[in-house]
């Protein structure tokens, strides 16, 4: 019997060049991070009663009627208690560049910003992952294949802000309804450990019919790299010859997202 070979093990990489990461905005608010200007005649600091009205305007017009900041500002109302809070939700979105990055950076980095506290992490990262749940709990129970543009808010709200790469792989029944989500391996900055049998292996434990593979790209720019398609190609081969379905190969960057099966490289 010869002996067997050792499986091949692929690093998914992004063909481009890392990018610069960003640097932490310092922002000045005077003389102390809560000091504000003060109305002309009177001692009462401009955001007294501010909230109060926030709220009022919010009841009336929903979100529509804000901008970002605007809305992070009342979220921090949850952690901070007084004060003026609007500074802060206009230093987190010009360290991270927009919401979405502000709920998805990590906690590390969100404290890097002045009066990002431990309470104010909490908050964001609680929301975030309530938001990726309620995206989640759309393509649940339903034939993915007939919902793929929920397939693809979810992917890129779950993985278009990770700081390293990802693995992820969405593990479908006979009716292509979602079994499993699971990542399976996180990696570097730029590239993240695949093994392909252990892939298979993984579906044929869940009894899963199909899968589909998504991972991101921290650079944001989601361009398939050689190793991204051979490593797809390895895993459809293999899934072939075990009755598994490759259905496609995501790959996620900050705004957009890449089909491997739309552009049919595998």
């Known amino acids: 019997m010869s002996e067997e070979k050792p499986e091949p093990t692929f690093f998914l990489n992004e063909p481009s060049a890392k990018s610069t990461p960003k640097q932490p905005v310092v922002e000045r608010y005077g003389a102390s991070h809560n000091a504000q200007p003060k109305e002309s005649g009177n001692d009462t600091p ?8 926030m709220k009022e305007r919010f009841e009336k017009v929903g979100h529509d009627g804000f901008a970002d900041y605007e809305m992070l500002e009342m979220l921090l109302y949850r952690s901070i208690r007084q004060g003026d809070t609007k500074p802060l939700a206009k ?12 709920l ?6 969100l404290r890097e910003v002045k009066g990002c506290g431990p309470a104010v992490t909490f908050d964001l990262k609680l929301v975030s992952a309530l938001s990726h749940r309620v995206i989640r709990s759309d393509i649940r129970e339903k034939a993915l294949l007939t919902s793929w543009n929920k397939v693809i808010e979810y992917c890129i709200a779950a993985m278009a802000h990770e700081p390293r790469e990802q693995l992820r792989i969405l593990f479908l029944d ?6 499993a989500d699971e990542v399976q391996q996180v990696g570097t900055v730029d ?20 899968i589909i593979l998504v991972h991101n790209h921290p650079s944001g720019d989601p361009t398939p790299s050689k190793a991204d398609i051979e490593m797809t190609r390895t895993i459809a081969n293999i899934g072939a010859q075990m009755g598994i379905v490759v ?20």
Do not use: C, M
Request: net charge positive; proline share 4%.
């Open 104 to 109: 998805g950076a990590p906690e590390h980095l």
């Open 46 to 53: 401009h955001y007294v009663g501010h909230r109060d009205r």
């Open 191 to 210: 590239h993240t450990p695949v093994y392909p049998r252990e892939v298979i292996a993984r579906a044929l434990y869940l009894s899963a019919s199909a």
């Open 174 to 179: 006979k009716k292509n309804a979602l079994i």
């Open 247 to 266: 259905h496609d190969h995501i790959i996620v960057g900050k705004n957009s997202h890449a089909s491997l099966k739309g552009l049919q490289l595998f």
């Open 91 to 102: 230093a987190l979105i010009a360290r991270f560049g927009s919401l979405a990055e502000v």
